[in-house]
């Protein structure tokens, strides 16, 4: 961790904060991704579980009460289908967010890469501004 030294300028105190600030997020971020991950895993296994044992419920109430469970063969086929494009559907938008994501982390390596090259143009502006009303001697 950095030491912070005591100055008055503004500017001075400004980097000194900003830079402990983002030292702290740096830290914190990956501990906070591996939690929403930790809560996703086990959301998608209770969701899993508790669809098994309701099916597996429904089945056994059906069977022990004698309840056909057949289904006639068009109608499993478009549940089949059914399925089959919602799992394409998700697999689609998966890779659609993916490709984005991917895009958006780029396009800020490019803006991270460029950060100086706007510094120094900014500061070549603002030497141009000054110029005029700074005493030549």
């Known amino acids: 961790m950095s030491t912070q030294t005591q100055s008055s300028d503004a500017f001075s105190t400004y980097k000194q904060n900003v830079q402990k600030y983002f030292e702290n997020i740096s830290k914190i971020t990956p501990q906070y991704f591996q939690s929403i991950t930790y809560l996703q895993e086990e959301c998608f296994k ?3 579980k508790t669809i098994n044992a309701s099916v597996s419920m429904q089945q056994e109430f059906a069977k022990k009460t004698g309840i056909s469970t057949e289904i006639p063969s068009a109608a499993k086929s478009a549940i089949v289908d059914t399925n089959k494009q ?9 890779q659609f967010v993916k490709t984005t994501i991917d895009t958006t982390v780029q396009n800020m390596k490019t803006f991270n890469d460029n950060v100086n090259a706007f510094v120094e143009l900014n500061k070549n502006i603002i030497q141009s501004w000054v110029n005029p009303f700074t005493q030549k001697n």
């Open 46 to 48: 209770a969701c899993e």
């Open 86 to 94: 919602f799992v394409q559907a998700s697999t689609v938008q998966n």
